[in-house]
């Protein structure tokens, strides 16, 4: 019944732009931590911007100063904003709501091909 719907990606130029969107349904997502994960072949899953419940935000060093997520709760949605990519920006990303630490359950997108390329 959860669902985590992705939208959004694609092939962008490198120094350009490209929104994710993660439409929620099953769950109310500002219950929920809301993170967005990036995976490349041959490398382990990795944490690239997390929402907390209480409304703070962390990046990973590497996208800090280029990504942004936020959230529409009207919506019930979560965005990963992405500016002036880069290569290395490559991979699937994932949108996960959590909340394993007292709820015991996590959810997941299927999942988005990001392409940074010329």
């Known amino acids: 019944q959860v669902l985590l719907l992705e939208s959004g990606g694609g092939l962008v130029q490198p120094g350009g732009s490209l929104r994710l969107s993660c439409e929620v349904s099953?769950?109310?997502?500002?219950?929920?931590?809301m993170a967005w994960y990036r995976q490349t072949p041959g490398k382990q899953r990795e944490l690239v911007a997390v929402?907390?419940?209480?409304?703070?935000?962390n990046y990973v060093d590497s996208v800090t100063g280029r990504f942004t997520i936020s959230r529409d709760n009207a919506k019930n949605a979560v965005y990963l904003q992405m500016n002036k990519v880069i290569p290395e920006d490559t991979a699937v990303y994932y949108c996960?709501?959590?909340?394993?630490?007292?709820?015991?359950?996590?959810?997941w997108g299927q999942g988005t091909q990001v392409t940074v390329s010329s």
């Open positions: 099953g769950i109310i997502a500002s219950y929920y931590t």
């Open positions: 929402s907390a419940r209480d409304g703070s935000t």
């Open positions: 996960n709501a959590d909340r394993s630490d007292d709820f015991g359950s996590t959810f």
